[in-house]
């Protein structure tokens, strides 16, 4: 069967094939070399009886293991999905490698302050023997009728709950592989959030960038420091390449020096986003207040992924964090209030994100709620709608529809995946990643290079190190009371590309729903039944 809206990938289906094919000795080789390497990584970063507490060498026994042998498998796992510069290496990974640390997908403070280790080397290319002659697609295998056979038994562990769904589908064909009320929408979890990024990229392009700013009224001597949305604004020292407040007070003050201004009355501009700030689950460890300004996602503590306790108005805690910088440089500032910078209000300094591709592949790889809602939100604000839930939702719904996409069933409340009310179906999960392995949509290809690892990054970091599938299986989880899902894209051994979309219901533990999915998976991955 041939799903209607992958057809246009059929075009293209040998480009996606000769890469698969090109990708499939070296990924055999380099699994063969990581294997035990990986399993005396995992060994020495296991905490042992009796010990407990911060681990700062992690990073760099990580880095020295990576530098040997994991990247070249991450190289090779993430080849498929690209973009890539010219030497063959993707771009967003070059630019981002030592910002981003792969330990639980967290993304740490980068710099090498102190002493500290240094920044992973980077990948070599692994794109250059594209052009010569490619080993011949291998025949035999399964037939794509026997993964039925295969997958029909293990998404029937009674662990997976009351209701499943799955869809598996060959990106170089658009051939629907296997189905089972793959059109049946269910509560998707943070899958949603694939959705979120396609969408995202979809309005805003891969290049485009969130600024904050601060703006001076002339007349009252007023600044305001205007919220642009960036949820990735950050106030520690090391910025890891993030938007700094820090950066943003020290130009600001220099500009007020410049018009000799030493004292001013601040205020802070969050009327670009309406509506409800706070998401219907209430106060939640795993979402901060919903705003246009924010820094380091209003957390308690000096993480960057993960739950954690927020501060009761992220807003203001920034503007007060923002008067403390301006003082240290020699302004004084009065308390901030909320405002509006006016028409007359001259910018004097601002500073913007990293490209959206980035901030998506951040989002995907940590599953950041915060980023989730921020992008639902500067969806809604490109295509017209408020900048509230209800926008972001309504503006999703239709970014997708317009890349016709199936969408019935579909119904999105958020941008996270947090509410219980969101619906999705396997096979718009599926369609959602092979639009992005699309050669004609390269705007979205940050949504397959920003899924994490198995094995290597993000949610998937500890998964997969012992099935015989890291590095191979890049996918999104998704997690609520009850509900367990998994979508992604897999390398099989017959070296095809295929996306794959598992959502259940009345799951009851969610350690054991997590297991059977990650078996599934690694099944997928190794029977050669692409």
Request: one cysteine or more; glycine letters at 12%.
């Amino acid at each position: 069967m041939v799903v209607p809206e992958l057809g246009p990938l059929r075009s293209v289906g040998p480009r996606v094939k000769r890469l698969a094919d090109a990708l499939r000795p070296s990924l055999a080789h380099t699994a063969s070399v990581v294997k035990p390497r990986l399993a005396r990584l995992t060994s020495t970063l296991r905490p042992g009886p009796g010990r407990s507490g911060p681990r700062p060498s992690r990073t760099w026994y990580f880095t020295a293991s990576a530098a040997t042998a994991g990247l070249a498998l991450a190289a090779g796992a993430v080849a498929v999905a690209g973009p890539f510069d010219g030497a063959g290496q993707r771009t967003a990974e070059r630019d981002r490698a030592v910002a981003l640390t792969l330990a639980r997908g967290a993304d740490h403070d980068g710099g090498t302050e102190g002493g500290g280790p240094e920044p992973v080397p980077s990948a070599p290319p692994v794109l250059r023997a594209l052009g010569g002659a490619a080993e011949p697609a291998k025949s035999g295998g399964m037939p794509p009728s026997g993964i039925a056979g295969v997958l029909g038994p293990l998404l029937a562990d009674p662990a997976l709950g009351e209701g499943q769904a799955a869809a598996v589908v060959d990106v170089t064909t658009g051939s629907r592989l296997y189905g089972t009320h793959s059109d049946q929408a269910f509560t998707p979890a943070s899958t949603t959030k694939i959705a979120t990024a396609v969408a995202a990229l979809s309005a805003l392009g891969p290049d485009h960038r969130l600024t904050t700013r601060t703006a001076l009224d002339p007349d009252t001597r007023e600044l305001v420091l205007v919220g642009g949305g960036d949820p990735t604004l950050t106030a520690h020292r090391a910025s890891g390449g993030w938007a700094s407040l820090r950066t943003l007070a020290a130009g600001t003050a220099a500009a007020l020096k410049k018009r000799g201004v030493e004292k001013v009355t601040l205020s802070y501009d969050t009327t670009l986003y309406s509506g409800p700030s706070r998401h219907p689950i209430g106060v939640n460890d795993n979402l901060a207040e919903v705003t246009a300004l924010t820094a380091d996602e209003g957390r308690t503590d000096n993480s960057s992924s993960g739950p954690v306790t927020r501060v009761a108005d992220p807003a203001a805690e920034a503007a007060r964090t923002f008067a403390g910088l301006l003082k240290e440089a020699g302004i004084k500032a009065t308390p901030p209030g909320p405002s509006k910078a006016t028409s007359r209000a001259t910018t004097l300094a601002s500073v913007s994100s990293p490209p959206l591709s980035d901030v998506v592949e951040r989002m995907l790889t940590n599953s950041d709620n915060d980023i989730a809602e921020a992008l639902a939100r500067q969806t809604a604000l490109a295509s017209g709608q408020p900048g509230s839930f209800a926008g972001g939702a309504k503006a999703v719904a239709a970014r997708l529809a317009k890349l016709g996409l199936p969408m019935r069933g579909a119904s999105f409340h958020d941008g996270s995946g947090l509410d219980r009310d969101d619906r999705l179906t396997a096979d718009l999960l599926t369609s959602l990643l092979a639009a992005a392995a699309d050669p004609t949509r390269p705007g979205l290809r940050p949504v397959l290079t920003g899924l994490p690892v198995g094995g290597f990054t993000g949610t998937l970091a500890e998964r997969y190190a012992n099935g015989g599938a890291a590095g191979l299986i890049r996918a999104k989880t998704g997690t609520l009371t009850g509900v367990n899902s998994l979508a992604g894209t897999v390398v099989t051994k017959d070296g095809r590309l295929l996306t794959f979309a598992f959502l259940t219901s009345g799951t009851t533990d969610p350690q054991s729903a997590q297991s059977a999915l990650d078996h599934t998976a690694t099944t997928l991955a190794n029977c050669g039944c692409g």
